[in-house]
């Protein structure tokens, strides 16, 4: 029977399926931080029970940790105390942590890829929605809450109903200036916060294939902002040249055993799919949002959408997050000026990233009314910038490179947006107070943030690359 | 787990959709390490100003509502998986959170620790709104056995999907750890039959 490719890896995962019950759905890896998993580590100390298989789950701090001086002690009282609990129990359970000054520390769903720990055909889940990440490589990967982190401790396995399959292409050439995370904010607009609820989606299309695995990544980590559980694309030879000497990845025999897996890995040709859309990848320009869901973005030239014409029972909450944001109806947001710049998260943090911007922003400088903060996802990602020179690219314009975390993204550290301000930020969600109690979050790609960066205000990334090439 | 049954209540609505996780709990008190004492912080910063000050024209803040059933628009707890934003609802003192439409994650995460999500119709969602609009004290009742949730007012009444198992782990009080757990003779057989 042809299957999807969620399919087979789900089908080669079920311990046991049982009419009216959820299936029992085996785990390989277990990703884990320090902000969801405290409780469940209590859940076991309770119950007297072991981590069943501690070998398949990885630690790492990354929510709460200060992005600056890592290796002084944590100063605020409260983070620093969770740090420790996830050491403690850590050491108490035997899981491997890679925490604040080892080389390896890194936001999980940096380092997870990075070290070759995530591969094609597994099953991943973590504390963490933008789990989804994962699945850029062929990987089965997604959030849980903290009940289910004490569940896979306790047994390696969760309960899980079968989801849906959506099918979502991409197809022709990006234009200039456009990339992964454009390609991912125009889909979450044309189809909702809401749209893919109660789905895993596997992108496909020319322009999808055609992307490095560091912008596959951006993609699915994005999954969850239109309600997904998750979002995979099928591994293909960039896939194994990805992960091909990596940490922990397989070698020598293991590797020829797991390559020829992993290239079954695919969605049969005539396997149905609960869903399918189609976008063109030419249609797609530089992407902003502009209110206080992932679903509200545009077209950076494009006008913010009136509330007259909105759905009537959508109407209050959508004036509410365009008051939130100080945005009018049917305004333009070019030439709107901008008081701070991110760029960091699970979402575009990789050294592919930082490249990009460094490229961008060579030889030029930061407009004087924005603060700018690079957050590398990982050591290795901040290493490699060093090693590259970026750094100083970087510091010649103003930036400033900070030390890895989820800092700015979520705002759990000091890194705070502060009430009322604007920042572009290459991060995932432009909730309200998400960056800060009432600050302004426009989620846009490096290359958006870095032209704001420059010119201090919203911009059009492609004028700026006609004038390079002019 | 709390078990649930049956639940007779006047309701806080909120009439908002797309409400994330991060509005139900922000991140900033994510810090805790128990399950405890998140309900003070339920809407944070929809229920208070900066200076700590309620916000009067928060419906939580508001003594005419009030009850052990939130109602919310569509698209309920998206975002962040954290669990947190089940605890803080729950420690509010809400045994059922309605809307027309649930996050998954936020959904299970509710079902985990007993408290109910029950998914209703638009239609059915806006006759509840529109009964509490007209009499704050308004009452819904909740019957898990029968599926079934009823304006007690006016006597509209629709059923709810929810899966058997979890159903009957939210009749019985018990979790999915003590349903796997069972299980663990048959998890070691795969794992080496892998």
């Known amino acids: ?470 | 787990m709390k078990k649930f049954t049956k639940l007779t209540s006047a309701v806080v609505p909120l009439n908002i959709e797309n409400i994330d996780t991060d509005q139900i709990i922000p991140a900033r008190f994510l810090k805790a390490t128990t399950r405890e004492g998140f309900g003070e912080n339920l809407f944070r910063d929809w229920r208070y100003n900066g200076d700590n000050a309620p916000k009067p024209e928060f419906v939580m803040n508001n003594p005419t509502y009030g009850g052990k059933v939130l109602v919310a628009g569509k698209n309920f707890g998206c975002g962040s998986s954290r669990e947190h934003a089940a605890w803080a609802i729950q420690d509010a003192g809400f045994d059922a959170v309605i809307s027309s439409f649930f996050a998954d994650i936020f959904k299970g995460n509710a079902l985990n620790n007993g408290l109910l999500p029950i998914q209703v119709s638009d239609d059915f969602l806006a006759q509840i709104f529109q009964a509490v609009d007209s009499n704050p004290k308004s009452a819904l009742e909740v019957d898990l056995e029968n599926q079934t949730v009823t304006i007690v007012e006016t006597g509209e009444k629709e059923s709810f999907d929810i899966n058997p198992y979890k159903k009957s782990c939210l009749i019985n009080g018990y979790d999915d750890i003590d349903f796997i757990l069972n299980q663990k003779q048959l998890i070691e057989e795969f794992e080496q039959a892998r």
């Open chain 1, 1 to 470: 029977m042809s299957k999807t490719l969620v399919e087979k890896i789900w089908d080669a995962h079920v311990v046991k399926s049982e009419e009216g019950f959820p299936d029992i759905l085996y785990i390989d890896t277990h990703l884990i931080h320090e902000v969801t998993s405290p409780q469940a580590f209590d859940g076991l100390r309770k119950r007297g029970l072991p981590v069943f298989r501690p070998k398949q789950t990885v630690a790492t701090a990354d929510h709460n940790v200060p992005t600056l001086n890592q290796l002084l002690p944590i100063k605020e009282e409260l983070s620093r105390y969770q740090v420790d609990m996830l050491t403690k129990n850590c050491a108490e359970f035997g899981i491997e942590l890679y925490g604040l000054g080892h080389p390896f520390q890194g936001i999980v769903h940096v380092i997870g890829p990075e070290l070759g720990i995530t591969l094609p055909g597994k099953t991943m889940v973590c504390g963490d929605s933008h789990t989804s990440t994962h699945g850029a490589f062929g990987a089965i990967a997604f959030g849980i809450g903290t009940s289910q982190v004490e569940q896979v401790f306790a047994t390696q396995c969760l309960l899980q109903s079968k989801p849906k399959t959506m099918k979502i292409e991409v197809n022709g050439e990006l234009g200039k200036g456009v990339g992964a995370k454009d390609i991912i904010l125009y889909i979450i607009a044309q189809i909702s916060a809401a749209g893919g609820t109660g789905y895993f989606i596997e992108y496909a299309g020319s322009a999808i294939e055609s992307l490095s695995m560091e912008a596959r990544m951006t993609i699915c980590n994005m999954s969850i902002e239109m309600g997904a559980r998750g979002g995979l694309i099928a591994p293909d030879q960039t896939t194994f040249d990805y992960i091909k000497g990596r940490e922990f990845a397989p070698a020598g025999e293991e590797w020829d055993k797991a390559l020829a897996y992993w290239k079954t890995l695919y969605s049969d040709a005539d396997a149905k799919f609960d869903s399918l859309l189609t976008f063109n990848a030419a249609d797609i320009a530089p992407m902003i949002t502009y209110g206080t869901n992932p679903g509200m973005g545009m077209g950076i030239q494009e006008h913010i959408p009136a509330t007259a014409a909105q759905p009537e029972t959508e109407k209050v909450s959508y004036k509410k997050a365009l008051d939130y944001m100080g945005f009018d109806d049917d305004s333009s947001l070019i030439g709107k000026p901008v008081d701070y710049v991110f760029i960091g998260s699970c979402t575009n943090s990789r050294i592919e990233d930082l490249r990009e911007v460094a490229q961008f922003v060579k030889d030029k400088r930061k407009a004087d009314n924005v603060n700018v903060w690079i957050v590398p996802g990982s050591k290795q990602v901040e290493q490699q910038a060093k090693n590259e020179g970026l750094d100083k690219i970087f510091e010649a314009a103003g930036f400033q490179l900070r030390e890895p975390g989820c800092s700015a993204c979520l705002g759990m550290n000091e890194d705070k947006i502060p009430a009322g301000k604007y920042c572009v930020s290459t991060s995932n969600r432009n909730f309200e107070g998400r960056q800060g109690q009432n600050a302004r979050t426009l989620l846009a790609s490096p290359l958006t943030a870095a032209a704001a960066a420059v010119t201090g205000k919203i911009t059009d990334v492609r004028e700026m690359l006609e004038e390079v090439e002019g």
